[in-house]
């Protein structure tokens, strides 16, 4: 231990006095266990292999979450000295890379600690007791083994080490002794065993580790830049549903334990979740979805800027949330009588809700009302992303003709061929189920580079429980496409079964096919979904919208708007990313955060 200079020994006054060993990881900053110095704001720091060097007194300056957390989980403080420790005496201990301590491979383990009648500090050569288990979902139990001294009081705060480099991977939290001795004091094999919270759970705690623990999913400047914006950031968004939203399909399983802040999530994807083959590290949709949430201020520019230098950054463009510029137009019946509708019409800007213009409007002015408050709305849009209209319907009236809809006779052309106009459903909307499902058929579409139909065909036999576990699998990438409109059957059972399917896009012609197909094989409805098929091969999902209206436009540009193969093109297309969802299990969408209200409102 000779050359182990970062070691200390901690030690506190009082009526129960206590001794155990810390780290110094910084020229003010020393680790140790919060049980150590718990109920204490001072304590007395020993650099012991520095016998002739004075004493330094410290305070506590933080504390990790024990007792509270079970099994000894979160038992961490950091102790800031009065002083700085020079260079010449001293330097921060030096991490092992992450998980490097793991595995079929693992390398011999040492620690170091005081144990009583030792102050000079004494060692114990450990190792990881098999099979993986952590206790508390962070704590790694140890053994020691050999002749040697084994873990006991006074090892606690200690680190331990990689013997071979010297190489800190965590801290010693607890020692157990089952040594038992009978009458006649003979001594029976004593079993021994302790506890390591580490590296990757002491950074959870203590956020200045993180960019000293090599090994994370970015480089340690970006890991320093996340940890300045993130370790004591706030936003209105639950961070257990950003790390949700931000793995998508990938499978990973939720953190151990509930996150408490942004950063724990953020600590968590970087320590944690390997990147996939395929794709950016899910770290950087995170700091996108953290950016979202955060509202206007410092804390968006920075996570903007963190991301625009970020060689993973996301991508520009239509579908990707910045490319498209939405108005949203909720309509549903209102309380106030038969053939009255409550209509609200907001904007929606870097996924935040404007405040809506709702208002009460009679069948006859629907129509009328709606282009005239769209116009209004479209006007303030800034010029730089595609127009989208959404309009969320109630399931029964996902039919209504929406995108044909004008104000009145004199306009030239209808909605759907002048703007991207999708329908979406309420209900879906409302379930926080429904939507997880959503996302997760969203995300291997995300970087697909075509369209590719599952077309139902009007002479098939329609069974929306086997069209249901075809759409299911998160890894199923077609979009359901019906023969005729979904009001009633055969088709509206289907619609159902895909929703509840979490199909993104759903697409139908709002004719009903016609057609005796017995007498014939062929009919409209088939020759459409066969174009239909053709058109949209080489189209991104996150892109239809777009495609949509340049086919209402062809349409409603040719010599028989009627008889052309897309009049009445439907597209029902919802991506998270780009619509923020009304409900969620948690406090608020990951996705967007809803406007505040003024006090008093």
Request: charged residues 25%.
């Given at each position: 231990m000779?050359?182990?200079?970062?070691?200390?020994?901690v030690?506190?006054?009082g009526?129960a006095?206590t001794?155990?060993?810390?780290?110094l990881?910084?020229d003010?900053q020393?680790?140790?266990?919060?049980?150590?110095?718990?109920?204490?704001?001072?304590?007395?720091?020993?650099?012991?292999?520095?016998?002739?060097d004075?004493?330094?007194?410290?305070?506590?300056v933080?504390r990790?979450?024990?007792p509270?957390?079970?099994g000894g989980a979160?038992d961490?403080?950091v102790?800031?000295l009065?002083?700085?420790?020079?260079?010449?005496?001293?330097?921060p201990?030096?991490?092992?890379?992450l998980?490097?301590?793991?595995?079929?491979q693992a390398p011999?383990?040492?620690?170091?600690g005081?144990?009583?009648?030792?102050d000079?500090?004494l060692?114990?050569e450990?190792?990881?007791?098999r099979g993986g288990?952590r206790?508390g979902?962070?704590l790694?139990?140890?053994?020691?083994?050999?002749?040697?001294?084994p873990?006991?009081p006074?090892?606690?705060?200690?680190?331990v080490?990689?013997?071979a480099?010297?190489?800190?991977?965590?801290?010693?939290t607890?020692?157990q002794d089952?040594?038992?001795?009978?009458s006649?004091?003979r001594?029976?094999?004593a079993?021994?065993?302790?506890?390591?919270?580490p590296?990757?759970a002491l950074a959870?705690?203590?956020p200045e580790?993180a960019?000293?623990l090599?090994g994370?999913?970015?480089?340690?400047?970006?890991?320093?830049e996340?940890?300045?914006?993130l370790?004591?950031?706030?936003?209105?968004a639950?961070?257990l549903?950003?790390?949700?939203?931000?793995?998508?399909?990938?499978?990973c399983p939720?953190p151990?334990?509930r996150?408490?802040?942004?950063?724990?999530?953020?600590w968590?994807?970087?320590s944690?979740?390997?990147?996939p083959p395929?794709?950016?590290?899910?770290?950087?949709?995170f700091?996108?979805?953290?950016?979202?949430a955060a509202?206007e201020?410092?804390?968006?520019?920075?996570l903007?800027?963190?991301l625009?230098?970020?060689p993973?950054?996301?991508?520009?463009?239509a579908?990707?949330g910045?490319?498209w510029?939405p108005?949203l137009?909720?309509?549903?019946?209102?309380g106030?009588g038969p053939?009255m509708f409550?209509v609200a019409?907001?904007?929606?800007r870097?996924g935040?809700?404007g405040?809506?213009?709702?208002?009460?409007?009679?069948?006859?002015?629907?129509q009328?009302?709606?282009?005239?408050?769209?116009?209004?709305?479209?006007?303030?849009l800034e010029?730089?992303?595609?127009?989208?209209i959404?309009?969320?319907?109630?399931?029964?009236?996902l039919t209504?003709?929406?995108?044909?809809w004008?104000?009145?006779?004199?306009d030239?052309g209808p909605?759907?061929?002048?703007?991207?106009?999708v329908v979406?459903d309420?209900?879906?909307r409302a379930?926080p189920?429904d939507?997880?499902q959503?996302e997760i058929k969203?995300?291997?579409l995300?970087?697909?580079?075509g369209?590719?139909?599952?077309?139902v065909?009007c002479?098939?036999?329609h069974d929306g429980?086997?069209?249901?576990?075809?759409?299911?699998?998160?890894?199923?990438?077609e979009i359901?496409a019906?023969p005729?409109?979904?009001k009633g059957p055969?088709?509206?059972?289907?619609?159902?079964?895909?929703?509840k399917a979490?199909?993104p896009?759903?697409l139908?012609?709002q004719?009903?096919?016609?057609t005796?197909h017995?007498?014939?094989d062929?009919?409209?409805?088939a020759?459409?979904l066969a174009?239909l098929?053709?058109?949209?091969?080489?189209?991104?999902?996150?892109?239809l919208p777009?495609?949509i209206k340049?086919?209402r436009h062809q349409?409603?540009?040719?010599?028989?708007p009627a008889?052309?193969w897309?009049?009445?093109l439907?597209?029902?297309?919802?991506?998270?990313?780009?619509?923020?969802s009304?409900?969620?299990?948690?406090?608020?969408v990951?996705?967007?955060?809803?406007p505040r209200?003024?006090?008093?409102?």
């Amino acid at each position: 231990m000779q050359d182990v200079l970062w070691l200390a020994r901690v030690t506190t006054d009082g009526p129960a006095p206590t001794t155990g060993a810390g780290i110094l990881v910084s020229d003010r900053q020393v680790l140790t266990c919060a049980h150590v110095v718990h109920g204490r704001q001072r304590a007395v720091v020993r650099l012991v292999n520095r016998p002739d060097d004075p004493e330094l007194s410290a305070t506590v300056v933080r504390r990790g979450p024990w007792p509270d957390r079970p099994g000894g989980a979160g038992d961490v403080a950091v102790l800031e000295l009065d002083r700085p420790v020079p260079a010449h005496a001293a330097g921060p201990a030096r991490f092992a890379a992450l998980h490097s301590w793991s595995g079929l491979q693992a390398p011999q383990l040492a620690a170091y600690g005081f144990p009583a009648g030792h102050d000079g500090g004494l060692s114990s050569e450990i190792r990881l007791t098999r099979g993986g288990f952590r206790i508390g979902g962070e704590l790694v139990q140890l053994e020691h083994e050999g002749t040697g001294m084994p873990l006991s009081p006074g090892f606690s705060g200690g680190p331990v080490v990689i013997a071979a480099t010297g190489e800190v991977v965590g801290l010693v939290t607890a020692a157990q002794d089952t040594l038992w001795r009978g009458s006649d004091e003979r001594a029976r094999p004593a079993v021994r065993l302790g506890q390591m919270l580490p590296g990757e759970a002491l950074a959870r705690y203590v956020p200045e580790l993180a960019e000293h623990l090599p090994g994370a999913a970015v480089a340690p400047s970006a890991v320093r830049e996340l940890r300045m914006l993130l370790a004591d950031a706030e936003v209105a968004a639950d961070p257990l549903e950003l790390y949700r939203a931000a793995v998508g399909s990938l499978g990973c399983p939720d953190p151990p334990t509930r996150p408490g802040s942004l950063w724990e999530v953020c600590w968590y994807l970087l320590s944690e979740v390997p990147r996939p083959p395929d794709r950016p590290h899910p770290v950087v949709d995170f700091a996108g979805l953290a950016a979202e949430a955060a509202g206007e201020g410092p804390l968006r520019e920075g996570l903007r800027s963190w991301l625009d230098g970020h060689p993973d950054r996301p991508g520009g463009g239509a579908g990707r949330g910045e490319g498209w510029r939405p108005i949203l137009v909720d309509i549903g019946p209102s309380g106030a009588g038969p053939g009255m509708f409550h209509v609200a019409i907001s904007t929606i800007r870097d996924g935040v809700l404007g405040e809506p213009h709702a208002s009460t409007v009679t069948r006859p002015r629907l129509q009328t009302f709606v282009r005239d408050r769209i116009d209004r709305e479209l006007g303030q849009l800034e010029p730089d992303g595609a127009e989208l209209i959404i309009f969320a319907l109630p399931r029964r009236w996902l039919t209504q003709p929406v995108h044909s809809w004008t104000r009145r006779r004199a306009d030239f052309g209808p909605l759907g061929a002048d703007h991207a106009v999708v329908v979406v459903d309420q209900q879906r909307r409302a379930d926080p189920a429904d939507r997880r499902q959503l996302e997760i058929k969203w995300a291997p579409l995300r970087g697909a580079q075509g369209t590719v139909l599952h077309v139902v065909q009007c002479t098939g036999v329609h069974d929306g429980r086997k069209l249901y576990h075809r759409l299911r699998p998160g890894e199923r990438t077609e979009i359901p496409a019906l023969p005729g409109p979904p009001k009633g059957p055969p088709y509206e059972p289907l619609l159902a079964a895909a929703l509840k399917a979490g199909a993104p896009v759903v697409l139908w012609q709002q004719c009903a096919c016609a057609t005796d197909h017995t007498r014939s094989d062929t009919c409209r409805s088939a020759r459409f979904l066969a174009r239909l098929a053709e058109e949209l091969a080489d189209v991104p999902p996150v892109d239809l919208p777009r495609r949509i209206k340049e086919l209402r436009h062809q349409a409603e540009e040719s010599d028989d708007p009627a008889g052309h193969w897309a009049d009445g093109l439907v597209l029902l297309w919802e991506d998270p990313e780009v619509l923020p969802s009304p409900h969620r299990p948690y406090r608020v969408v990951p996705t967007a955060r809803q406007p505040r209200r003024p006090a008093g409102q």
